[in-house]
């Protein structure tokens, strides 16, 4: 028998620069259905974007027979405001301005919307459906292209107040200007160390710096998988690399949890890719920078969620909020 | 006519290192009787002090007629524990280990207990009484001997997993061992610097190091008071020690909105007399430092609960989340 609560759906849209994610999600979590056909660069108005994303909306519930059953719609978007439902200046993304995403989509629906960015999506989606179920509270940092966060406390995604708290990505590591150049224009952030692209910046700065022999001095434009690739190789240079990445990322940590003292540090994305090479700096780098208070309170964790999965579960499971 | 609503009363309860004060305060913030002659360092065991805190308290309730209208008691103490109403392991305090304060104190007095530390009493006080009415994301941080916070979100103080969240006063703003000796046998945290007592070393490192006249080289053991005092007559390095606090503290303030956006960061406690001379420096370090998504979202404020009145009051307006 199928109870009324099973039969409930929710649809998760993940806004990214590049591509569009759409799905349609159960209470459990299991992805029923998905649309990854939309390539978010090639609108040139937000309009025919929003039209086709409302028409891959309507393929899915005819495909999953789930008319009438959808309680609602959350979407991770980039520099979006969950307050107003709007995307607001974003830089990732080919439109300008103050975009009513929410309004619009519900509108053309009939559907309730509702709209964060992608790092506090990832958080819902961990708590709904993930390592965080139980939690009450936790931060998740995202490790991409950037470094995002996602903060729960209490039960409760913090959003303070103007919709946008949780920027961790963006708290100084390195101040003065020998802290590294930040996208967002300013010094020495977490995030131009910690990402991705800061981890490949590390490698460039090291292999500069330190003479010995690297796999990484082969390599013309290197990525961080390219480091995780040379560290899984017993590449000393490459370990280096994501034990200075780990420290600095405990140091950050040591001081997320003076904040909130969260019951776990949940990390996501690309670069969890990493494993062990970067989990066991981080580890030994918050026991050493942590107030005694809260020593080894907090768990540190890597995401269990599918890499494929996640960036939908973490928008739909916004929608379960929705009443 | 006097309504069952202003009839009732709270007890609050401020444990120092010195001295205790007890205060009956009613739902307007008035402290309408007052006992400050418990001297804390003078009871050799923690029963000793509990039944004269609870002689004290009966007085009060005498003196104000209040029996029977006491909602209930709150107390700011030194590492105490909300959930579990301990004090646990208190530096400042002449016991050692595990003190069932709550368990205690409302066994003897019949009335329900609420413990927590004194920095997160303020924030409840400024949330009760004071700057942060209506508000319901808000920091407040105590510049006093050391240098605490309460942070409030959706309304809430975070307690986090242990009770222990918002130890503000020990993110680390200079990293490695240039960083000053914190009291918690760590280097380099905020407490060091922009505490009264991180003030006087900040006088007493820039006096040694920077070879210019100054009123303060005549005062043998520099206080943040000597400090403010002077700055008061023109003094150009005292004015460059508060430049050089306000500097600091604006840094981590800008860190701490990107944790949670509140709506206003709130400045308590004795460093604050030093009023534009350190708000100023504060302010402009805040917008310097800033990612540009918060810029001019936050307000700086100092507290406008009277000195001698803000301990009796902030631990009072615990009582009133007693049910």
Known sequence: MVTEIEKNL?????????GTKIGVVDARGDILARDEGIATRAYSTFDAYIDDVYKA???????????????????????????????EHAFNLPWKGVL???????????????????????????MTYGTAKGMKDFIVLT?????????????????????????????TMVRGKEGRLCGCGRYGCLEAYCSATGVARTAMEMLEKINEPSLLR???????????????????????????????????IADFIAFSSPEAIILFGGLTRAGEYLLSPIKRSVDKNILHTFKGKSKILISQLKDSDAAILGASALAWELN
Chains 1, 2 share one sequence.
């Open 218 to 252: 082969n390599i013309k434009e290197i990525t961080s998988r390219d480091v995780y690739e040379a560290a899984r190789n017993n590449d000393k240079l490459a370990r280096e690399i994501f034990e200075f990445t780990g420290n600095m990322l405990g140091e950050a």
């Open 100 to 126: 009513p995403l929410a309004q619009m989509l519900s509108k053309k629906s009939g559907i309730p919307v509702r709209v964060t960015n992608d790092a506090n999506a990832a958080a819902i989606g961990e």
């Open 143 to 171: 490790l991409g292209t950037g470094v995002g966060s996602g903060i729960v406390i209490n039960g409760h995604l913090v959003y303070g107040c103007d919709g946008f708290a949780g920027e961790l990505g963006h708290v």
């Open 10 to 18: 929710v649809i998760g849209i993940d806004i990214g620069g590049t």
């Open 57 to 87: 909306i309507t393929r899915l519930i005819t495909a999953t027979d789930s008319e009438g059953l959808i309680r609602g719609i959350g979407v991770g978007a980039p520099d979006s405001n969950y307050y107003t439902g709007n995307i």
